[in-house]
């Protein structure tokens, strides 16, 4: 083997060890990466699963009379669970249908109260009124009022609302 | 390498001078023969970066506090994608780093690296073995399970039998009397930030003062040219990285890194061990006893430190054939060889750690109470309270067991008294459950005879006897947990009917007008399986 021959063997065998190096490195570092990865994204975008609370009794409802109800939501934040207290207006239409109504005015968020002489909601904030199905019928608000489905159990007639 | 590189490159160069430093950093020259012998300290560097990663991960989610910390490594266990693999990594990898650092050390040892010039380079490796051990001993009390608070009871304790400054030492350790939640700070404060700050402080220095000697190479000098450290030999470094990569990436997902229940600092059955690097010391416990023990516990660990850190005076002849070195080397593998048998004899004692996916009778008659009016007058659905096993379970086990017996806690003014309030073995029965709730079991499927019989041993038997490390050993009844290997159903039935008609001194009382003869028939049956 001449000098030069020598030298080109020599840069060969470099580019392959280091062709090694770069490939195991690289492998490791891939494995470690999805193990991280899925460690730290994982909760990030967990889809919240939506839970039946019980919200009281059918019979206690009077017709087309809006009943303000607390529920209590535990939100499982990793190793603790939130509590939040929910304000919801169960209302019972014909048929023993009943609507939940979300308490949350849609402009920025203040609580609307039942107002039974002009039977609409009315925000005290900035003066956002609603009709009893939620359409907005004054105010700023940009949409009507949320609504949740209802479900209800037909041996104790318990109302349960879905959050 | 530097003659390549584009525009940006050139002038990250210009301004950092980056490419010599790189070249400085990968050109050292090896002395010939330097072989895979010389990869372990590679090893540990890159399982040293593997617990960092791991370990700052670990740290999004872990809460140091006697209220969350169980809870929050239960959650990275079972609640986040790889959170099983990421916990275990760094829990075998420090299993691997300690064997890593020991077989770095004996190298050193057999090759007689630590010779001069060497001596602090040999140092700054001693400190950092020690570094290692105290993050092995920190890192096991943050997952605050049962394991984890009793080790740490003993190592606290042993360090208050030092002479004189023992009791404020282990004060100090614990930040107060007892272990509780002030030790979990503070050790949680030494593993995460003062230990690696110590660390990266002596690999730096480690390394600076290994380029400046340069590597000891093989024990005779042979004869070759050097070749460069990279790629040459960061090749082998690389295999074999890749190699232990491997081996502990296998326990990682095939493994299971131990979360027994949550700390009850109540519950004292609970027989701790240290983790098996540790073993070996704890066992030299047995052997010195009484005035003694602090030659055990203190004497002997400070005296191999000593020796080691005093290695490269006490052995200051020139060679480094260890076949020259006959002192070292015998004694090096004597105290080896003493490592290994008292570690062995120490795993043959430990006794079985439970199994804390097991459903044990107490926590199936706790199932029972907890199905049970007791329990679920207020444990409803739209009831005064949330239904068992839907919300996370906030109190301890002291405090579940008062909120049972006592109705006055249960109900102060606000809830209507039950009628009765849990005896004690009932409430620890419904402890165990919560227990296994806690870890999120799904209860056994059980015939209707055999779920009587464990909710009949775990809410009477228990109170006299032991049965897989659960109930209480302590007047004289004996441990059921083998019974069935000594005695048939059929002896049984008649002994717990009438202890007195099969042994005139029997002390056990007659269950006879006690239980139905279908209950005592059921308890008869299960206990002849227990082989």
């Known amino acids: 083997m001449s000098e030069h021959e020598h030298e080109e063997h020599q840069i060969n065998r470099r580019g392959l060890l280091r062709w090694i190096i770069n490939v195991v490195v690289g492998g490791i570092g891939a494995v470690l990466a999805v193990i991280v990865g899925g460690a730290v994204g994982s909760p990030s975008f967990r889809k919240e699963r939506s839970r039946w609370l019980p919200a009281g009794r059918i019979l206690g409802l009077q017709p087309e009379q809006p009943q303000p109800v607390t529920l209590r939501v535990v939100r499982k934040e990793g190793y603790y669970e939130a509590v939040d207290h929910e304000v919801v207006f169960l209302i019972r239409g014909a048929g023993d249908k009943v609507t939940a109504m979300s308490s949350v005015c849609t402009h920025l968020g203040c609580h609307v109260s039942w107002d039974p002489q002009g039977r609409v909601f009315r925000c005290p904030c900035h003066g956002g009124v609603y009709d009893i199905t939620g359409k907005v019928i004054a105010g700023p608000p940009p949409r009507p009022l949320a609504t949740y489905s209802t479900r209800i159990d037909p041996d104790n007639h318990e109302v349960f609302v879905e959050l | ?531």
Not at chain 2, 55 to 77: C, K, Q, R
Not at chain 2, 151 to 178: C, E, F, H, Q
Not at chain 2, 518 to 530: E, G, H, N, S
Request: hydrophobic share 45%.
């Open chain 2, 1 to 531: 390498m530097a003659s390549r590189g584009n525009g940006v490159l050139d002038w990250l160069d210009s301004r950092t001078g980056y490419r010599n430093g790189l070249k400085h950093l990968l050109d050292e020259p090896l002395p010939s023969g330097t072989g895979w012998w010389f990869t372990l300290g590679s090893v540990l560097v890159g399982l040293l970066s593997i617990q960092f990663l791991t370990g700052a991960v670990l740290m999004m989610y872990y809460v140091p506090t006697p209220a969350y910390a169980w809870d929050s490594v239960h959650y990275i266990m079972t609640g986040l994608a790889f959170g099983h693999v990421l916990r275990d990594l760094h829990f075998f990898g420090a299993s691997f780093i300690v064997i890593a650092a020991g077989l770095h050390m004996l190298r050193v040892i057999f090759f007689g690296s630590y010779k001069k010039p060497r001596e602090v380079t040999w140092l700054s490796g001693v400190f950092l073995l020690l570094l290692i051990l105290a993050f092995a001993l920190t890192g096991y009390l943050l997952p605050w399970d049962q394991r984890a608070y009793w080790a740490t009871v003993v190592t606290t304790n042993i360090a208050k039998t030092a002479p004189v400054l023992g009791p404020y030492v282990s004060r100090l350790m614990k930040g107060g009397p007892d272990v509780g939640a002030l030790t979990l700070s503070r050790w949680y404060a030494m593993h995460v930030i003062l230990l690696p700050a110590g660390l990266v402080t002596f690999i730096v220095l480690h390394l600076y003062l290994m380029r400046r000697h340069g590597i000891s190479g093989p024990v005779k000098a042979r004869p070759g040219k050097p070749h460069p450290f990279y790629p040459d030999h960061v090749v082998k470094d690389t295999l074999l990285v890749a190699l232990v990569f491997a081996g502990l990436l296998s326990f990682a997902v095939l493994g299971h890194a131990p979360l027994a229940a949550k700390a009850n600092p109540a519950d004292a059955s609970y027989v701790p061990r240290p983790e098996w690097y540790f073993l070996s010391l704890f066992q030299l416990l047995h052997y010195f006893k009484g005035g003694l023990e602090p030659v055990a516990t203190i004497g002997i660990p400070t005296l191999l430190v000593l020796v080691l850190l005093a290695l490269p005076w006490l052995d200051r002849k020139h060679d480094r054939d260890p076949r020259k070195r006959p002192a070292v080397i015998g004694i090096t593998v004597l105290i080896l060889a003493g490592v290994a048998l008292l570690t062995t004899i120490g795993l043959k004692e430990s006794p079985p750690e439970p199994d804390p996916t097991i459903w044990s009778p107490a926590a199936v008659a706790g199932l029972s109470i907890a199905q049970s009016a007791a329990c679920t007058t207020c444990h409803a659905p739209g009831g005064a309270a949330a239904v068992l096993g839907t919300e996370r379970i906030q109190h301890d086990d002291s405090w579940i067991e008062g909120h049972m017996s006592d109705p006055q806690m249960i109900a102060p003014g606000l809830r209507p008294r039950p009628a009765d309030a849990l005896n004690v073995l009932q409430t620890r029965a419904v402890v165990a459950y919560v227990d296994k709730l806690r870890l999120d079991l799904t209860p056994p499927q059980l015939s209707d005879e055999q779920r009587a019989a464990e909710v009949t041993i775990g809410t009477r038997c228990m109170g006299c006897h032991e049965i897989q490390g659960e109930g209480t050993s302590s007047n004289g009844a004996p441990d059921l947990t083998h019974i069935g290997a000594k005695r048939d159903a059929a002896w049984l039935d008649k002994w717990i009917t009438d202890p007195g008609s099969v042994d005139e001194n029997a002390t056990m009382p007659s269950f006879g007008g006690i239980l139905t003869a279908d209950q005592i028939k059921a308890v008869a049956d299960y206990l002849a399986t227990l082989k």
